[in-house]
């Protein structure tokens, strides 16, 4: 099982940015799919993007535009660029292997907070 640790996260003003990462364990090129949750408290937990060995990305309608999901596969590393933060952005954000199934491994999460 592969250890994900997030870093990161913080407390930010409204438009600003923060770059988030997530350092895998393992190979995430032999994992392949990698994604970015988020869950704010009381609410459901929000896939926010995902991201595929060959760089094909898929986000979330809300923040599209905005948040922009990379890897490195030499650094087993996964980061979430987030600009034009918004107060509703504020979650606890998770890094997860093969996100939308059941196989997917997770992170402890990192805080973002979004101050107006």
Not at 31 to 45: D, F, H, S, T, V
Not at 52 to 73: C, E, H, L, M, Q
């Amino acid at each position: 099982q592969v250890q994900l640790v997030e870093s990161g996260g913080g407390l930010v003003q409204a438009g600003g940015s923060l770059r988030l990462s997530c350092a895998v364990s393992g190979s995430i090129f032999a994992i392949n799919a990698m994604g970015w949750y988020r869950q704010a408290p009381g609410e459901q937990r929000e896939l926010v993007a995902t991201i595929v060995n060959d760089g094909s990305t898929n986000y979330a309608d809300s923040v599209k535009g905005r948040f922009t999901i990379s890897r490195d596969n030499a650094k087993n590393t996964v980061y979430l660029q987030m600009n034009n933060l918004k107060p509703e952005d504020t979650s606890v954000y998770y890094c997860a292997t093969r996100p939308g199934t059941p196989f997917g491994s997770w992170g402890q999460g990192t805080q973002v907070t979004v101050s107006s």
